[in-house]
């Protein structure tokens, strides 16, 4: 099972990036996703999810409404749309997975899989 995800970079404030996970070695049905970040000297944050299971998501109050988290599982690709960027979004970006049959989404500690991160900086 890998992960990897792409399409970070530098962009100003007010911006868009969408973020990509490839997911390789399973197939998305079963699965629980999840985007999280973490700036420097600060906690990861789980950011979105989707329990595939149930079909529901999930978004951090500070990404509410500007993130959307969205997947194509024929690519076996997840993404994040990020509008209207904001520099205290600077951090580097995880997708994460697991087995999940639950309507919550999983805590941090309940993923499995991880990617390498991208790194995501907003100027002002």
């Known amino acids: 099972v890998q992960l990897v995800e792409s399409g970070g970079g530098l962009v100003q404030a007010g911006g868009s990036l969408r973020l990509s996970c490839v997911a390789s070695?399973?197939?998305?049905?079963?699965?629980?996703l999840g985007w999280f970040r973490q700036a420097p000297g600060k906690e990861r944050e789980e950011i979105s999810c989707v329990s595939n299971s149930y079909g529901t998501t999930y978004y951090a109050e500070s990404v509410k409404g500007r993130f959307t988290i969205s997947s194509d599982n024929a690519k076996n690709t997840l993404y994040l749309q990020m509008n209207s960027l904001k520099p205290e979004d600077t951090a580097v970006y995880y997708c994460?997975?697991?087995?999940?049959?639950?309507?919550?989404?999983?805590?941090?500690?309940?993923?499995?899989?991880w990617g390498q991160g991208t790194q995501v900086t907003v100027s002002s």
């Open positions: 070695g399973f197939t998305f049905d079963d699965y629980a």
């Open positions: 994460a997975a697991v087995i999940w049959y639950g309507r919550r989404c999983p805590e941090a500690y309940e993923y499995y899989h």
